[in-house]
Nanobody
Framework: EVQLVESGGGLVQAGGSLRLSCAAS????????IGWFRQAPGKEREGVSC????????YYADSVKGRFTISSDNAKNTVYLQMNSLKPEETAVYYC?????WGRGTQVTVSS
């Protein structure tokens, strides 16, 4: 059974940092790209970043380039999202994704 479990969310002031983790199980980690999405209240879910665990290639949405860093630890089957210089408008539930599978999300709240 595929499982994606997010953690690391919380409350942070604008300009602060958080590191999210996505622990994956139930599939061959190296074979798939894993992504982070977020959904703010009243808005559609949007892609933030993704990483190919096999070759380490990455993608970032323009809005987070230079502030967010995605990485993976293949030994731990875990993907991380380091988020720096957070903005209040980035308050959202952050989800981990692989193909059609989603985690339950972790809440990130950025106060102004």
């Amino acid at each position: 059974e595929v499982q994606l479990v997010e953690s690391g969310g919380g409350l942070v002031q604008a300009g602060g940092s958080l590191r999210l983790s996505c622990a994956a199980s139930g599939f061959t980690f190296d074979d798939y790209a894993i992504g982070w999405f977020r959904q703010a209240p009243g808005k559609e879910r949007e892609g933030v970043s993704c990483i190919s665990s096999s070759d380490g290639s990455t993608y970032y949405a323009d809005s987070v380039k230079g502030r967010f860093t995605i990485s993976s630890d293949n030994a731990k089957n875990t993907v991380y999202l380091q988020m720096n210089s957070l903005k209040p408008e980035e308050t959202a539930v952050y989800y981990c994704n692989m193909l059609d599978y989603w985690g339950r999300g972790t809440q990130v709240t950025v106060s102004s």
